[in-house]
């Protein structure tokens, strides 16, 4: 069954000596289904936005998971892997959508060897809107579960669905508690 969520964060002028004036609103869609014998998918959808942002300081603006180092241990499901930090944070509204998918059989998992090995092959999109982000969106592949506890990832990031940037990130097996 998929997970709905909502939160409220709110900033209020004059508590401890604040200068925050601000309210916030999210909305968080989850699910994560097999698709028969194929494989499996998950998929996170989160928009918010500031309804009030009045007095909003930096440390309060909504801030995107990411990390630009090679070797990261970020959820694959609801974080970017080359979206340079703050550069996308805002105070205004965002929408973002996470898609992975786990292939059983795909490229290299074709091979027995390979596939009694273990190894999983994903697939996935991330996208970014914002005022100012241009559309960001992330496309890659990733060869999971290498020695039972690697991930390596290929990423192209795009902007205005033109490539901007290319990147390989090394992390923690993502296998580990999935369906």
Same mark, same amino acid.
């Given at each position: ?6 939160? =409220? &964060? ?11 004036? @601000? ?8 699910? $994560?289904? !097999?698709?028969? &014998? ?7 959808? $989160? ?13 309060? *603006? ?6 630009? +180092?090679?070797? %990261? ?7 970017? &892997? ?7 944070? %805002? ?6 959508? *996470?898609?992975?998918?786990?292939? #059983?059989? @795909?490229?290299?998992?074709? +091979? ?10 994903? =697939? ?18 990733? +060869?999971?579960?290498? @020695?039972?506890?690697? #991930?390596?990832?290929?990423? %192209? !990031? =795009? #902007?205005? @669905? ?6 390989? $990130? ?7 508690? #999935?369906?």
């Amino acid at each position: 069954a998929p997970t709905i969520s909502a939160s =409220l &964060r709110v900033g209020v002028p004059g508590v401890g000596g604040s200068q925050s004036d @601000f309210a916030a609103l999210e909305a968080t869609y989850q699910r $994560r289904f !097999a698709i028969g &014998r194929k494989g499996k998918v998950d998929l996170l959808v $989160r928009a918010g936005g500031f309804v009030n942002n009045e007095s909003v300081d930096f440390p309060d *603006f909504k801030h995107f998971s990411t990390s630009e +180092i090679v070797l %990261t241990s970020l959820d694959p499901i609801g974080s970017y &892997r080359l979206l340079p930090f703050y550069r996308e944070s %805002t105070q205004e509204e965002y929408f973002q959508t *996470f898609a992975h998918y786990q292939f #059983r059989k @795909f490229l290299l998992t074709q +091979i027995w060897k390979v596939h009694l090995a273990g190894l999983k092959e994903d =697939l996935f999109v991330n996208y970014l809107r914002t005022p100012a982000s241009d559309n960001y969106t992330e496309i890659g592949y990733s +060869i999971d579960n290498i @020695f039972r506890f690697l #991930r390596v990832e290929f990423v %192209t !990031a =795009l #902007r205005d @669905f033109r490539y901007d940037d290319f990147g390989v $990130r090394i992390s923690v097996a993502s296998s580990f508690g #999935r369906l």
